[in-house]
Protein backbone atom coordinates (compact mmCIF):
# COMPACT_ATOMS: atom_id res chain seq x y z
CA UNK A 1 0.00 0.00 0.00
CA UNK A 2 2.70 2.38 0.86
CA UNK A 3 3.98 1.90 -2.45
CA UNK A 4 1.14 3.58 -4.23
CA UNK A 5 -0.01 5.90 -1.77
CA UNK A 6 3.55 8.09 -1.18
CA UNK A 7 3.09 11.53 -0.60
CA UNK A 8 3.59 12.65 -4.43
CA UNK A 9 0.87 10.14 -5.29
CA UNK A 10 -2.07 11.28 -2.34
CA UNK A 11 -0.75 15.15 -3.01
CA UNK A 12 -1.55 14.74 -7.30
CA UNK A 13 -5.04 13.26 -6.53
CA UNK A 14 -5.56 15.93 -4.18
CA UNK A 15 -4.46 18.64 -7.10
CA UNK A 16 -7.52 16.74 -8.99
CA UNK A 17 -10.09 17.32 -6.08
CA UNK A 18 -9.27 20.77 -5.63
CA UNK A 19 -9.20 21.46 -9.99
CA UNK A 20 -12.33 19.45 -10.59
CA UNK A 21 -13.99 18.17 -8.11
CA UNK A 22 -16.36 21.41 -7.72
CA UNK A 23 -16.96 20.84 -11.44
CA UNK A 24 -17.94 16.92 -10.84
CA UNK A 25 -20.11 17.73 -7.90
CA UNK A 26 -22.59 20.34 -10.16
CA UNK A 27 -22.92 17.74 -13.43
CA UNK A 28 -23.86 15.06 -10.57
CA UNK A 29 -26.08 17.25 -9.57
CA UNK A 30 -27.22 18.46 -13.14
CA UNK A 31 -28.39 14.55 -13.85
CA UNK A 32 -30.99 14.78 -11.65
CA UNK A 33 -32.74 17.73 -12.72
CA UNK A 34 -32.38 15.92 -16.63
CA UNK A 35 -34.09 12.80 -14.99
CA UNK A 36 -36.83 14.97 -13.83
CA UNK A 37 -37.72 16.56 -16.80
CA UNK A 38 -37.89 12.78 -19.04
CA UNK A 39 -40.09 11.85 -16.16
CA UNK A 40 -42.14 14.93 -16.91
CA UNK A 41 -42.41 14.95 -20.22
CA UNK A 42 -41.63 10.81 -21.02
CA UNK A 43 -39.27 11.64 -24.00
CA UNK A 44 -35.98 12.44 -25.06
CA UNK A 45 -34.18 14.26 -27.52
CA UNK A 46 -30.80 15.38 -29.36
CA UNK A 47 -29.81 18.55 -28.44
CA UNK A 48 -30.23 21.41 -31.07
CA UNK A 49 -27.94 23.75 -29.33
CA UNK A 50 -25.11 21.32 -30.41
CA UNK A 51 -26.45 20.36 -33.80
CA UNK A 52 -23.83 22.20 -35.44
CA UNK A 53 -21.02 19.83 -34.35
CA UNK A 54 -23.24 16.43 -35.06
CA UNK A 55 -23.37 18.52 -38.81
CA UNK A 56 -19.74 19.40 -39.10
CA UNK A 57 -16.68 17.10 -40.68
CA UNK A 58 -14.42 16.32 -37.92
CA UNK A 59 -11.91 13.86 -36.90
CA UNK A 60 -10.75 12.06 -33.75
CA UNK A 61 -7.26 11.93 -33.13
CA UNK A 62 -5.16 8.95 -35.23
CA UNK A 63 -5.10 5.61 -32.49
CA UNK A 64 -2.14 4.81 -31.38
CA UNK A 65 -0.30 1.46 -32.76
CA UNK A 66 -0.94 -0.96 -29.96
CA UNK A 67 -4.72 0.65 -30.14
CA UNK A 68 -5.32 0.10 -34.24
CA UNK A 69 -6.83 -3.39 -33.55
CA UNK A 70 -9.19 -4.21 -30.54
CA UNK A 71 -10.91 -7.30 -31.77
CA UNK A 72 -10.68 -9.20 -28.88
CA UNK A 73 -11.50 -7.57 -25.83
CA UNK A 74 -10.93 -9.38 -22.04
CA UNK A 75 -12.80 -7.59 -19.40
CA UNK A 76 -12.21 -8.14 -15.57
CA UNK A 77 -11.53 -6.90 -12.01
CA UNK A 78 -7.80 -6.43 -11.00
CA UNK A 79 -7.27 -8.90 -8.61
CA UNK A 80 -3.47 -10.29 -9.03
CA UNK A 81 -4.88 -13.75 -10.93
CA UNK A 82 -7.03 -12.10 -13.06
CA UNK A 83 -4.83 -9.57 -14.23
CA UNK A 84 -2.42 -12.35 -15.08
CA UNK A 85 -5.36 -14.15 -16.61
CA UNK A 86 -6.23 -11.62 -18.87
CA UNK A 87 -3.45 -9.94 -19.67
CA UNK A 88 -1.71 -14.09 -21.53
CA UNK A 89 -5.51 -14.67 -22.66
CA UNK A 90 -4.56 -13.57 -26.31
CA UNK A 91 -7.16 -10.90 -26.07
CA UNK A 92 -5.75 -7.29 -28.06
CA UNK A 93 -7.32 -5.53 -25.10
CA UNK A 94 -7.65 -5.86 -21.58
CA UNK A 95 -10.13 -4.00 -19.58
CA UNK A 96 -8.61 -3.52 -16.10
CA UNK A 97 -12.05 -2.96 -14.53
CA UNK A 98 -12.22 -0.82 -10.93
CA UNK A 99 -15.77 -0.25 -12.01
CA UNK A 100 -18.68 -2.29 -11.87
CA UNK A 101 -16.78 -6.04 -11.64
CA UNK A 102 -15.03 -4.83 -8.96
CA UNK A 103 -16.11 -3.18 -5.11
CA UNK A 104 -14.74 -0.25 -3.28
CA UNK A 105 -13.40 -1.86 -0.30
CA UNK A 106 -10.20 -0.35 0.12
CA UNK A 107 -7.93 -3.23 -0.17
CA UNK A 108 -9.58 -3.97 -3.77
CA UNK A 109 -8.90 -0.25 -4.58
CA UNK A 110 -5.36 0.01 -3.56
CA UNK A 111 -4.44 -3.99 -4.13
CA UNK A 112 -5.62 -3.18 -7.60
CA UNK A 113 -3.49 -0.24 -8.29
CA UNK A 114 -0.73 -2.48 -7.05
CA UNK A 115 -1.47 -4.84 -9.27
CA UNK A 116 -1.67 -2.68 -12.21
CA UNK A 117 1.75 -1.43 -11.36
CA UNK A 118 3.61 -4.34 -10.96
CA UNK A 119 1.88 -6.21 -14.19
CA UNK A 120 2.93 -2.81 -16.22
CA UNK A 121 6.73 -3.32 -15.19
CA UNK A 122 6.36 -6.94 -15.63
CA UNK A 123 6.95 -7.93 -12.31
CA UNK A 124 3.47 -9.31 -11.36
CA UNK A 125 3.40 -13.22 -9.98
CA UNK A 126 0.82 -15.18 -7.78
CA UNK A 127 0.58 -18.51 -6.02
CA UNK A 128 -3.08 -20.13 -5.25
CA UNK A 129 -3.50 -21.96 -2.36
CA UNK A 130 -3.27 -25.26 -3.90
CA UNK A 131 0.42 -24.44 -4.89
CA UNK A 132 0.02 -23.79 -8.63
CA UNK A 133 1.83 -20.54 -10.38
CA UNK A 134 0.37 -17.72 -12.34
CA UNK A 135 3.37 -15.57 -14.19
CA UNK A 136 2.81 -13.23 -17.40
CA UNK A 137 3.88 -14.87 -20.64
CA UNK A 138 6.89 -14.18 -22.44
CA UNK A 139 6.37 -15.86 -25.82
CA UNK A 140 3.50 -14.06 -26.98
CA UNK A 141 1.85 -10.57 -26.98
CA UNK A 142 0.16 -9.59 -23.95
CA UNK A 143 -3.02 -7.64 -23.89
CA UNK A 144 -2.76 -3.64 -24.18
CA UNK A 145 -4.09 -2.50 -20.68
CA UNK A 146 -6.66 0.14 -20.72
CA UNK A 147 -8.35 0.93 -17.20
CA UNK A 148 -11.35 1.66 -16.16
CA UNK A 149 -11.95 4.03 -13.07
CA UNK A 150 -15.30 4.14 -11.51
CA UNK A 151 -18.33 6.65 -12.68
CA UNK A 152 -18.52 10.26 -11.32
CA UNK A 153 -21.68 9.24 -9.03
CA UNK A 154 -19.19 7.51 -6.08
CA UNK A 155 -16.71 8.69 -3.59
CA UNK A 156 -13.91 7.79 -2.26
CA UNK A 157 -14.93 7.62 1.35
CA UNK A 158 -11.29 6.39 2.68
CA UNK A 159 -9.36 10.14 1.13
CA UNK A 160 -10.85 13.25 2.37
CA UNK A 161 -9.74 16.23 1.65
CA UNK A 162 -11.25 18.52 4.24
CA UNK A 163 -13.76 15.84 5.33
CA UNK A 164 -14.75 16.05 1.90
CA UNK A 165 -14.25 12.33 0.01
CA UNK A 166 -12.65 12.56 -3.45
CA UNK A 167 -14.28 11.32 -6.07
CA UNK A 168 -13.57 7.85 -6.70
CA UNK A 169 -12.85 8.82 -9.96
CA UNK A 170 -10.12 11.07 -9.92
CA UNK A 171 -8.70 8.39 -7.05
CA UNK A 172 -8.63 5.77 -9.22
CA UNK A 173 -7.48 7.49 -12.55
CA UNK A 174 -5.13 9.65 -10.45
CA UNK A 175 -3.27 7.16 -8.44
CA UNK A 176 -2.80 5.20 -11.95
CA UNK A 177 -1.91 8.08 -14.05
CA UNK A 178 0.54 9.59 -11.40
CA UNK A 179 2.61 5.87 -11.21
CA UNK A 180 2.27 4.16 -15.05
CA UNK A 181 1.87 6.92 -17.14
CA UNK A 182 5.76 7.59 -17.97
CA UNK A 183 6.73 3.96 -17.54
CA UNK A 184 4.22 2.87 -20.00
CA UNK A 185 5.20 5.33 -22.58
CA UNK A 186 8.65 4.35 -21.98
CA UNK A 187 7.14 0.27 -23.27
CA UNK A 188 5.54 1.68 -26.44
CA UNK A 189 1.89 1.72 -24.91
CA UNK A 190 0.82 4.67 -22.96
CA UNK A 191 -2.10 5.78 -20.51
CA UNK A 192 -5.56 4.31 -22.01
CA UNK A 193 -8.97 4.51 -20.43
CA UNK A 194 -12.36 3.32 -20.62
CA UNK A 195 -14.71 6.23 -19.17
CA UNK A 196 -17.98 4.46 -17.57
CA UNK A 197 -21.29 5.78 -16.97
CA UNK A 198 -21.33 9.28 -19.01
CA UNK A 199 -24.90 10.69 -19.22
CA UNK A 200 -23.67 13.87 -21.57
CA UNK A 201 -20.78 15.91 -23.66
CA UNK A 202 -20.25 18.29 -20.55
CA UNK A 203 -19.21 14.94 -18.63
CA UNK A 204 -17.13 14.29 -20.86
CA UNK A 205 -15.80 17.78 -21.38
CA UNK A 206 -14.66 17.34 -17.80
CA UNK A 207 -12.58 14.33 -18.51
CA UNK A 208 -10.97 15.99 -21.59
CA UNK A 209 -9.97 19.20 -19.11
CA UNK A 210 -8.48 16.42 -16.56
CA UNK A 211 -6.36 14.78 -19.17
CA UNK A 212 -5.11 17.61 -19.85
CA UNK A 213 -3.87 18.74 -15.91
CA UNK A 214 -2.75 15.32 -15.77
CA UNK A 215 -0.39 15.48 -18.45
CA UNK A 216 0.42 19.07 -17.89
CA UNK A 217 1.65 18.57 -14.14
CA UNK A 218 3.76 15.30 -15.30
CA UNK A 219 5.45 16.42 -17.73
CA UNK A 220 3.40 14.08 -20.11
CA UNK A 221 3.00 15.63 -23.74
CA UNK A 222 -0.64 16.30 -25.36
CA UNK A 223 -2.54 14.09 -26.40
CA UNK A 224 -0.91 11.11 -24.89
CA UNK A 225 -3.80 9.87 -22.88
CA UNK A 226 -6.57 8.02 -25.18
CA UNK A 227 -10.29 6.99 -23.97
CA UNK A 228 -12.61 5.25 -24.73
CA UNK A 229 -16.19 6.13 -23.91
CA UNK A 230 -19.02 3.59 -22.90
CA UNK A 231 -22.14 4.63 -24.44
CA UNK A 232 -23.74 2.93 -21.49
CA UNK A 233 -26.90 5.30 -20.69
CA UNK A 234 -29.73 6.44 -22.94
CA UNK A 235 -28.82 10.27 -22.34
CA UNK A 236 -25.28 9.58 -23.57
CA UNK A 237 -27.04 7.68 -26.85
CA UNK A 238 -28.12 11.20 -27.64
CA UNK A 239 -24.98 13.18 -27.70
CA UNK A 240 -22.68 10.35 -29.06
CA UNK A 241 -20.63 12.65 -31.33
CA UNK A 242 -20.70 15.73 -28.97
CA UNK A 243 -18.66 13.26 -26.35
CA UNK A 244 -16.65 12.73 -29.40
CA UNK A 245 -15.94 15.90 -29.90
CA UNK A 246 -15.45 17.38 -26.72
CA UNK A 247 -12.56 14.25 -26.04
CA UNK A 248 -11.65 14.52 -29.70
CA UNK A 249 -7.79 15.03 -29.22
CA UNK A 250 -8.10 12.12 -26.44
CA UNK A 251 -10.60 9.91 -27.79
CA UNK A 252 -10.18 5.83 -29.12
CA UNK A 253 -13.99 5.39 -29.67
CA UNK A 254 -16.97 4.21 -28.16
CA UNK A 255 -18.24 1.33 -26.41
CA UNK A 256 -21.69 -0.49 -26.63
CA UNK A 257 -22.59 -1.11 -23.34
CA UNK A 258 -25.05 -3.13 -23.11
CA UNK A 259 -25.99 -4.06 -19.90
CA UNK A 260 -25.89 -0.76 -18.10
CA UNK A 261 -27.66 0.73 -21.08
CA UNK A 262 -30.10 -1.37 -20.17
CA UNK A 263 -30.15 -0.56 -16.37
CA UNK A 264 -30.44 3.21 -17.53
CA UNK A 265 -33.28 3.32 -19.62
CA UNK A 266 -35.46 1.26 -17.03
CA UNK A 267 -34.00 3.83 -14.58
CA UNK A 268 -34.25 7.08 -17.20
CA UNK A 269 -38.35 5.83 -17.90
CA UNK A 270 -39.57 4.05 -14.20
CA UNK A 271 -41.98 5.89 -14.50
CA UNK A 272 -43.06 6.50 -17.83
CA UNK A 273 -46.29 4.69 -18.08
CA UNK A 274 -46.69 1.20 -19.62
CA UNK A 275 -45.01 1.70 -22.95
CA UNK A 276 -41.93 1.65 -21.07
CA UNK A 277 -42.08 -1.60 -19.10
CA UNK A 278 -39.93 -3.94 -20.55
CA UNK A 279 -40.19 -8.03 -20.63
CA UNK A 280 -37.89 -10.60 -18.73
CA UNK A 281 -34.04 -8.99 -18.89
CA UNK A 282 -32.66 -12.42 -20.26
CA UNK A 283 -35.92 -11.79 -22.90
CA UNK A 284 -34.44 -8.77 -23.84
CA UNK A 285 -32.12 -9.07 -26.83
CA UNK A 286 -29.96 -6.83 -28.83
CA UNK A 287 -32.26 -7.54 -31.80
CA UNK A 288 -34.88 -5.47 -30.03
CA UNK A 289 -35.63 -2.71 -32.02
CA UNK A 290 -34.51 0.59 -29.62
CA UNK A 291 -31.54 -1.77 -29.13
CA UNK A 292 -30.85 -2.00 -32.62
CA UNK A 293 -31.12 1.51 -33.56
CA UNK A 294 -28.69 2.47 -30.38
CA UNK A 295 -25.74 -0.27 -31.50
CA UNK A 296 -26.50 0.92 -35.16
CA UNK A 297 -26.04 4.49 -34.56
CA UNK A 298 -22.77 4.11 -32.48
CA UNK A 299 -21.08 2.42 -35.36
CA UNK A 300 -21.87 4.78 -37.91
CA UNK A 301 -21.10 7.92 -35.67
CA UNK A 302 -17.97 6.17 -34.73
CA UNK A 303 -16.75 5.78 -38.27
CA UNK A 304 -17.74 8.81 -39.41
CA UNK A 305 -15.68 10.56 -36.77
CA UNK A 306 -12.80 8.16 -37.34
CA UNK A 307 -13.29 6.57 -33.91
CA UNK A 308 -13.37 2.63 -33.10
CA UNK A 309 -16.53 1.51 -32.27
CA UNK A 310 -16.25 -1.52 -29.54
CA UNK A 311 -19.22 -4.31 -29.12
CA UNK A 312 -20.44 -5.61 -25.87
CA UNK A 313 -19.95 -7.80 -23.01
CA UNK A 314 -20.63 -11.73 -24.07
CA UNK A 315 -21.27 -12.61 -20.71
CA UNK A 316 -21.25 -16.67 -20.90
CA UNK A 317 -19.04 -18.70 -18.74
CA UNK A 318 -17.76 -21.49 -20.40
CA UNK A 319 -17.89 -24.77 -17.67
CA UNK A 320 -15.05 -27.19 -18.05
CA UNK A 321 -17.01 -30.09 -16.71
CA UNK A 322 -20.37 -29.55 -18.56
CA UNK A 323 -20.09 -29.96 -22.68
CA UNK A 324 -23.80 -29.40 -23.06
CA UNK A 325 -23.26 -26.18 -21.50
CA UNK A 326 -20.47 -24.77 -23.38
CA UNK A 327 -21.79 -26.00 -26.67
CA UNK A 328 -24.97 -23.75 -25.91
CA UNK A 329 -22.82 -21.22 -24.63
CA UNK A 330 -20.43 -21.07 -27.20
CA UNK A 331 -23.16 -20.71 -29.72
CA UNK A 332 -24.62 -17.50 -28.05
CA UNK A 333 -21.88 -16.29 -28.31
CA UNK A 334 -20.46 -16.48 -32.10
CA UNK A 335 -24.07 -15.61 -32.68
CA UNK A 336 -23.66 -12.39 -30.77
CA UNK A 337 -20.28 -11.86 -32.29
CA UNK A 338 -21.19 -12.40 -36.19
CA UNK A 339 -23.62 -9.69 -35.32
CA UNK A 340 -21.81 -7.62 -34.25
CA UNK A 341 -19.06 -7.80 -36.59
CA UNK A 342 -21.48 -7.84 -39.48
CA UNK A 343 -22.62 -4.48 -38.22
CA UNK A 344 -18.92 -3.05 -38.76
CA UNK A 345 -17.74 -2.75 -35.25
CA UNK A 346 -14.35 -2.96 -34.94
CA UNK A 347 -13.73 -5.22 -31.92
CA UNK A 348 -15.85 -7.10 -28.82
CA UNK A 349 -15.67 -8.18 -25.03
CA UNK A 350 -15.68 -11.22 -23.53
CA UNK A 351 -15.36 -12.22 -20.18
CA UNK A 352 -13.86 -15.36 -19.83
CA UNK A 353 -10.20 -16.58 -21.37
CA UNK A 354 -12.01 -19.21 -22.95
CA UNK A 355 -14.17 -17.12 -25.15
CA UNK A 356 -10.67 -15.23 -26.81
CA UNK A 357 -10.74 -17.38 -29.09
CA UNK A 358 -14.18 -17.37 -30.70
CA UNK A 359 -14.75 -14.12 -30.91
CA UNK A 360 -11.18 -13.49 -32.68
CA UNK A 361 -12.33 -16.43 -35.10
CA UNK A 362 -15.59 -14.27 -36.00
CA UNK A 363 -13.18 -11.16 -36.45
CA UNK A 364 -10.88 -12.55 -38.05
CA UNK A 365 -13.23 -13.71 -40.73
CA UNK A 366 -14.55 -9.99 -41.31
CA UNK A 367 -11.47 -8.06 -41.02
CA UNK A 368 -8.72 -10.94 -42.75
CA UNK A 369 -6.04 -8.94 -42.72
CA UNK A 370 -7.31 -5.64 -41.44
CA UNK A 371 -6.85 -4.32 -37.96
CA UNK A 372 -10.59 -2.59 -37.99
CA UNK A 373 -13.25 -1.47 -39.99
CA UNK A 374 -13.16 1.90 -39.73
CA UNK A 375 -12.78 2.50 -43.71
CA UNK A 376 -15.94 0.58 -44.22
CA UNK A 377 -18.34 2.64 -45.73
CA UNK A 378 -20.68 4.70 -44.13
CA UNK A 379 -24.12 2.95 -43.68
CA UNK A 380 -27.13 5.05 -44.64
CA UNK A 381 -28.87 5.64 -41.79
CA UNK A 382 -31.87 7.67 -39.99
CA UNK A 383 -32.09 6.80 -36.47
CA UNK A 384 -34.50 9.06 -34.70
CA UNK A 385 -35.35 9.96 -31.19
CA UNK A 386 -38.71 7.98 -31.05
CA UNK A 387 -36.56 4.94 -32.69
CA UNK A 388 -33.93 5.75 -29.61
CA UNK A 389 -36.56 4.60 -26.86
CA UNK A 390 -39.07 2.30 -28.89
CA UNK A 391 -39.34 -0.07 -26.27
CA UNK A 392 -42.87 -1.12 -26.51
CA UNK A 393 -41.69 -3.31 -29.92
CA UNK A 394 -39.66 -5.46 -28.01
CA UNK A 395 -40.78 -8.63 -27.95
CA UNK A 396 -41.76 -10.42 -24.92
CA UNK A 397 -43.45 -10.39 -21.41
CA UNK A 398 -42.83 -10.37 -18.13
CA UNK A 399 -42.74 -13.84 -16.21
CA UNK A 400 -42.94 -15.15 -12.85
CA UNK A 401 -39.77 -17.03 -14.01
CA UNK A 402 -38.29 -13.57 -15.12
CA UNK A 403 -38.77 -12.36 -11.46
CA UNK A 404 -37.47 -15.30 -9.86
CA UNK A 405 -34.47 -14.59 -11.82
CA UNK A 406 -34.36 -11.32 -10.90
CA UNK A 407 -34.87 -11.60 -6.97
CA UNK A 408 -32.11 -14.45 -7.51
CA UNK A 409 -29.07 -13.14 -9.35
CA UNK A 410 -29.85 -9.84 -6.67
CA UNK A 411 -29.71 -11.49 -3.47
CA UNK A 412 -26.53 -13.35 -4.61
CA UNK A 413 -24.76 -11.01 -6.23
CA UNK A 414 -25.66 -8.69 -3.37
CA UNK A 415 -24.11 -10.96 -1.03
CA UNK A 416 -21.07 -11.54 -2.84
CA UNK A 417 -20.30 -7.91 -3.16
CA UNK A 418 -20.34 -6.77 0.12
CA UNK A 419 -17.69 -9.62 0.62
CA UNK A 420 -15.58 -7.62 -1.82
CA UNK A 421 -16.62 -9.73 -5.21
CA UNK A 422 -17.83 -7.57 -8.07
CA UNK A 423 -18.05 -10.07 -11.06
CA UNK A 424 -19.76 -12.82 -10.01
CA UNK A 425 -20.40 -16.23 -11.80
CA UNK A 426 -24.02 -17.43 -11.25
CA UNK A 427 -25.80 -19.91 -13.35
CA UNK A 428 -23.02 -19.73 -16.10
CA UNK A 429 -23.25 -15.88 -16.80
CA UNK A 430 -21.00 -13.59 -15.81
CA UNK A 431 -22.64 -11.10 -13.40
CA UNK A 432 -21.76 -7.33 -12.63
CA UNK A 433 -23.08 -4.65 -10.98
CA UNK A 434 -25.13 -3.30 -14.11
CA UNK A 435 -27.06 -7.00 -14.31
CA UNK A 436 -27.27 -6.60 -10.69
CA UNK A 437 -28.62 -3.05 -11.38
CA UNK A 438 -31.19 -4.32 -13.99
CA UNK A 439 -32.48 -7.59 -11.95
CA UNK A 440 -33.56 -4.43 -9.26
CA UNK A 441 -34.52 -1.99 -11.18
CA UNK A 442 -37.15 -4.23 -13.27
CA UNK A 443 -38.78 -5.15 -10.38
CA UNK A 444 -39.55 -1.65 -8.94
CA UNK A 445 -40.39 -0.46 -12.17
CA UNK A 446 -42.96 -3.85 -12.40
CA UNK A 447 -44.02 -2.97 -8.65
CA UNK A 448 -44.75 0.22 -9.15
CA UNK A 449 -46.41 0.22 -12.91
CA UNK A 450 -49.01 -2.90 -11.11
CA UNK A 451 -47.58 -5.21 -13.94
CA UNK A 452 -49.05 -8.75 -14.21
CA UNK A 453 -47.22 -11.96 -14.94
CA UNK A 454 -47.37 -14.58 -17.57
CA UNK A 455 -49.94 -16.10 -14.50
CA UNK A 456 -51.89 -13.20 -13.98
CA UNK A 457 -50.53 -12.71 -11.35
CA UNK A 458 -49.73 -8.68 -10.42
CA UNK A 459 -46.35 -7.84 -9.19
CA UNK A 460 -46.64 -6.27 -5.26
CA UNK A 461 -44.10 -5.59 -3.06
CA UNK A 462 -45.89 -8.53 -0.63
CA UNK A 463 -45.20 -11.28 -3.84
CA UNK A 464 -41.83 -10.14 -4.27
CA UNK A 465 -41.02 -10.51 -0.33
CA UNK A 466 -42.46 -13.89 -0.61
CA UNK A 467 -40.32 -15.07 -3.77
CA UNK A 468 -37.06 -13.82 -1.79
CA UNK A 469 -37.85 -16.15 0.99
CA UNK A 470 -38.66 -18.37 -1.49
CA UNK A 471 -35.26 -17.84 -3.29
CA UNK A 472 -32.85 -17.74 -0.03
CA UNK A 473 -34.33 -20.91 1.18
CA UNK A 474 -33.32 -22.65 -2.48
CA UNK A 475 -29.89 -20.93 -2.06
CA UNK A 476 -29.72 -21.97 1.27
CA UNK A 477 -28.83 -18.97 2.40
CA UNK A 478 -27.09 -18.26 6.24
CA UNK A 479 -26.84 -15.26 8.01
CA UNK A 480 -24.20 -13.86 5.47
CA UNK A 481 -27.54 -12.81 3.68
CA UNK A 482 -29.75 -11.20 6.23
CA UNK A 483 -27.76 -7.73 4.84
CA UNK A 484 -27.56 -8.56 1.13
CA UNK A 485 -31.62 -9.20 1.75
CA UNK A 486 -32.36 -5.95 3.58
CA UNK A 487 -30.41 -3.81 0.85
CA UNK A 488 -31.91 -5.66 -2.15
CA UNK A 489 -35.31 -5.36 -0.53
CA UNK A 490 -34.94 -1.72 -0.23
CA UNK A 491 -33.56 -0.67 -3.60
CA UNK A 492 -36.34 -3.02 -5.43
CA UNK A 493 -38.98 -2.26 -3.35
CA UNK A 494 -39.01 1.27 -1.81
CA UNK A 495 -41.28 3.98 -2.64
CA UNK A 496 -38.17 6.21 -3.78
CA UNK A 497 -35.74 4.69 -6.17
CA UNK A 498 -31.96 4.21 -5.48
CA UNK A 499 -29.95 6.18 -8.13
CA UNK A 500 -27.37 3.42 -7.76
CA UNK A 501 -27.48 -0.33 -5.45
CA UNK A 502 -24.47 0.37 -4.61
CA UNK A 503 -24.73 3.41 -3.07
CA UNK A 504 -26.10 1.57 0.13
CA UNK A 505 -23.89 -1.38 -0.36
CA UNK A 506 -20.84 1.12 0.05
CA UNK A 507 -22.69 2.51 3.08
CA UNK A 508 -22.93 -1.05 4.68
CA UNK A 509 -19.36 -2.20 3.71
CA UNK A 510 -17.75 1.30 5.45
CA UNK A 511 -19.77 0.33 8.50
CA UNK A 512 -18.80 -3.49 9.03
CA UNK A 513 -15.06 -1.56 8.31
CA UNK A 514 -15.69 0.21 11.19
CA UNK A 515 -17.01 -2.21 13.35
CA UNK A 516 -14.26 -3.98 12.68
Known sequence: MTEILTPEAVEFVIGLHHAFGARRNELVEARQRRRAEVARTGRLDFLPETAAIRDADWKVAPAPDDLLDRRVEMTGPTDRKMTINALNSGARVWLADLEDASTPHWDNVIGGQQNLYDAIRRTISFRSEAGKEYRLATDRRLATI????????LDERHLLVD????AGALVDFGLYFFHNAAELIARGSGPYFYLPKLEGHLEARLWNDIFGYAQDQLGIPQGTVRATVLIETIPAAFEMDEILYELRDHASGLNAGR????????KYFRDSGPDFVLPDRNAVTMTA????AYTRLLVRTCHRRGAFAMGGMAAFIPSRKDPEVNELAFAKVRADKQREAG???DGSWVAHPDLVPICREVFDGVLGDRPNQVDKPL????????????????PGAPTESGLRNNVRV???YVEAWLRGNGAVGIDNLMEDAAT???ARSQIWQWVHNQVKLDTGVQVTAELVERIIDQELTVIGADARFDQARRIFADVALADSYADFLTLPAYDAVLEAECAS
Open 343 to 345: DGF
Open 163 to 166: DVPV
Open 436 to 438: AEI
Open 259 to 266: WDYLFSVI
Open 146 to 153: VMRPRGWH
Open 379 to 394: EELDVTAVDLIDLRST
Open 410 to 412: GLL
Open 289 to 292: PFLR
